[in-house]
């Protein structure tokens, strides 16, 4: 299965740091991995994505395991506008299978 | 950046005619165009795969005569709802590459409302 792994929602105080976590234990060597966001009524958001080195840009960071099976999403100061659904995506030819993502919260 | 538009943002139409989506890539170029369905309060579904110049992949348990589509130039693909039924009110996202292992770019969607 394609599918990753994420839990339902997460809650969030504003300026602070999170986390969100995804596990991806049967991806294979050549497959990237994304993270998407998704606001109500709009197409995907593209946030980061990588392969297996540790990414930073200037939405986010990626932490990646050594063994490839889990990642982490880092937002470093959450805003109210980051409220959103994640998306850890794996990534092959272009193909993206999406899971159920989820659901950020950031409270004020 | 790169930018993929799609057109319209909204349509309502009528049980049993044919809607078409035109997904753009507005300033590269694409030779695969992917399409998505999102239902309320649930994750988007892949329903197929635009390759320009030949005929689109379609995911398990799609109906590749109910959404034609049709991938013309390397900036256009178009889906066509045919004899939409209220059940194929949706919305619709498509999504294009300029390369591969890179950034994955989205459309706005296309919602569409069948009566």
């Known amino acids: 299965d394609a599918k990753t792994t994420q839990p339902n929602s997460m809650e969030s105080n504003e300026e602070e740091p999170v986390h969100l976590p995804c596990n991806h234990s049967t991806i294979s060597g050549t497959d990237y991995i994304h993270w998407y966001r998704q606001l109500p009524s709009q197409g995907p958001e593209y946030v980061i994505h990588g392969l297996t080195s540790n990414v930073n840009n200037r939405m986010a960071s990626l932490a990646i395991a050594e063994d490839r099976k889990s990642s982490t999403l880092i937002l470093h100061r959450a805003t109210l506008r980051d409220a959103a659904v994640y998306y850890c995506?794996?990534?092959?030819?272009?193909?993206?299978?999406f899971g159920a993502g989820t659901i950020l919260r950031v409270k004020s | 950046g790169a930018v993929v538009s799609q057109h319209p943002s909204r349509v309502i139409c009528k049980s049993g005619t044919s809607v078409k989506i035109e997904c753009r890539s507005l300033d590269f170029q694409a030779t695969t165009m992917f399409w998505y369905r999102q239902f309320p309060k649930q994750s988007l579904m892949l329903m197929a795969t635009s390759n320009e110049g030949s005929k689109a992949t379609y995911e398990q348990g799609v109906e590749k005569d109910k959404f034609l589509i049709n991938h013309a130039s390397l900036t256009l693909s178009t889906l066509t709802v045919t004899s939409a039924h209220p059940e194929d009110s949706s919305f619709y996202i498509c999504?294009?590459?300029?390369?591969?292992?890179?950034?994955?770019?989205f459309g706005e969607g296309s919602r569409l409302t069948v009566l």
């Open positions: 999504s294009a590459a300029q390369g591969f292992g890179g950034e994955l770019f």
């Open positions: 995506i794996r990534e092959r030819g272009n193909k993206l299978v």
